[in-house]
């Protein structure tokens, strides 16, 4: 069974920096895209970061130059570094994994970035 547990949420001021943690278990199936998704009150879930199955990352605009993702296979765990964090990044922040025939999900994690 496919898990994922992330980590690493939590109130910070505006221009700190918080890292995110997503360890997976289960996966035994080749993935095409692995990342995080952000949900704020009142908005649609958006795609914040992801990185495919040769390990090309992509990003959105609003966190390019920001927020970098990464993955360590030995550890099954993909992380996003959050720096120069801003109001408008307060969410909740949910790991992904995409496959051929759908989609994984984490719990999430809240962000909360203060002025």
């Known amino acids: 069974q496919v898990q994922l547990v992330e980590s690493g949420g939590g109130l910070v001021q505006a221009g700190e920096s918080l890292r995110l943690s997503c360890a997976t278990s289960?996966?035994?199936?080749?993935?095409?895209?692995i990342g995080w998704y952000r949900q704020a009150p009142g908005k649609q879930r958006e795609l914040v970061a992801r990185?495919?199955?040769?390990?090309?990352?992509n990003y959105a605009d609003s966190v390019k130059g920001r927020f970098t993702i990464s993955r360590d296979n030995a550890k099954n765990t993909v992380y996003l570094q959050m720096n120069s964090l801003k109001p408008e990044d307060t969410a909740i922040y949910y790991c992904?994994?995409?496959?051929?025939?759908?989609?994984?999900w984490g719990q999430g994690t809240q962000v909360t970035v203060s002025s």
């Open positions: 990185i495919n199955n040769i390990g090309s990352p």
């Open positions: 992904n994994v995409l496959r051929d025939s759908g989609n994984y």
């Open positions: 289960g996966i035994t199936f080749r993935i095409n895209f």
